[in-house]
């Protein structure tokens, strides 16, 4: 990832209900959610929740698919494994037992 990118990503996650609907996306994967589902699980006029998912999607960090007459959003995990990388890939400056914590505290979830 670039560092031009990650800014990308980053302000896009740097917003309150955005955050929100990465996290709720990351939580419903494999299945995605439908952008209706999402705005009334999240509280936010459907209008308002398309405008976020727009900023989502163009950082990279959600995609969409069709199926009939909705639109089933996902979170990109290789978006946010670059993302997570990007942040990480120099950490401690190669020391691998600075990082273990890190790590260790990764694991569990994944």
Known sequence: MEKDSAIVAL?????????????????????GMAAGEIARQLDVPQNTM?????????????RSERHSRSIIYRADLDGLRALTLFLVKD???????????LIAELAPCC
């Open 11 to 31: 302000g896009a996650l740097a917003q309150g209900t955005r955050l929100d609907v990465f996290r709720l996306l990351v939580r419903h994967e494999p299945d």
């Open 50 to 62: 398309s405008a976020h998912l727009g900023i989502l999607a163009r950082a990279g960090l959600i």
């Open 91 to 101: 950490c401690c400056a190669g020391n691998a037992e600075l990082c273990a914590p």
